[in-house]
């Protein structure tokens, strides 16, 4: 079955250290998104990348960096200046435009998330 | 720049009842994309209904409807004979164009009484 894949579920981080989130999709999308989930904020958008080798910085990319060397992976890593990294983080991925023309509006496919805490 | 509001933090409804959850967005575009998703406690964001702003039909996806008023930028939510599955989060969102991230609301926690 096609979907996206973030591991770990859980993850336990001591100040200081970097951390990285793996996310990977087979449903052939181009797009990929990470949010930052918060009790009471919603969703927040930290990278997304339109395509490989190519990403953008979200609302809150301070202290979060992205890389886009396959098309199927967009790995996150939360460095030790992110100050606050205890979250809830979801990855997502979505069709191009020129898919999305002959399906109509496209939408964004969700991963079951990852919990990060700091200790 | 963009937002969505969700102006209800908690809503209840009795089971087999019909809800309505709130949205309403600022935006300046006239090509976008706004849907609503849910969130199980298991977490896992799952698309319930989407709109196309250009389509002046409401969205209806089984139980699921949506009250779009574009002129008004708001696009409700409404839950018919709810099931006690429907407990959720639910997250209304808006996206510029036909591509590109989504913005989200704050989200509504939805209760069902048996």
């Known amino acids: 079955d096609g979907g996206i894949t973030q591991s770990p579920k859980y993850l336990f981080r001591k100040e200081g250290q970097n951390v990285t989130l793996s996310c990977e999709q087979n449903?052939?999308?181009?797009?990929m998104y990470w949010y930052r989930q918060d009790p009471g904020q919603g969703l927040r958008l930290i990278y997304y990348s339109q395509i490989v080798n190519d990403f953008q910085k979200g609302d809150i990319a301070e202290g979060y960096s992205v890389s886009r060397e396959k098309k199927e992976s967009f790995p996150l890593t939360v460095t030790s200046a992110q100050k606050n990294p205890t979250a809830f983080y979801l990855c997502?991925?979505?069709?191009?435009?020129?898919?999305?023309?002959?399906?109509?509006?496209?939408?964004?496919?969700f991963g079951a998330g990852s919990r990060l805490t700091v200790l | 720049a963009q937002t969505v509001t969700q102006s209800q933090p908690e809503m209840s409804v009795q089971e087999a009842e019909t809800v309505t959850l709130s949205c309403t967005y600022d935006?300046?575009?006239?090509?976008?994309?706004l849907f609503w998703y849910k969130q199980p406690p298991s977490r896992q964001m799952i698309l319930v209904i989407r709109q196309e702003a250009y389509k002046q039909q409401n969205a209806t996806e089984n139980r699921f409807s949506v009250n779009f008023q574009k002129a008004a930028k708001s696009f409700s939510l409404k839950i018919s004979d709810s099931q006690l599955g429907d407990a959720a989060m639910y997250f209304c969102?808006?996206?510029?164009?036909?591509?590109?991230?989504?913005?989200f609301g704050k989200g509504t926690k939805l209760s069902v009484k048996p």
């Open positions: 969102a808006y996206r510029r164009g036909s591509q590109g991230n989504l913005i």
């Open positions: 997502a991925s979505s069709a191009n435009q020129d898919r999305v023309r002959l399906r109509g509006a496209n939408v964004l496919t």
């Open positions: 449903l052939n999308h181009d797009a």
């Open positions: 935006t300046s575009e006239s090509d976008y994309y």
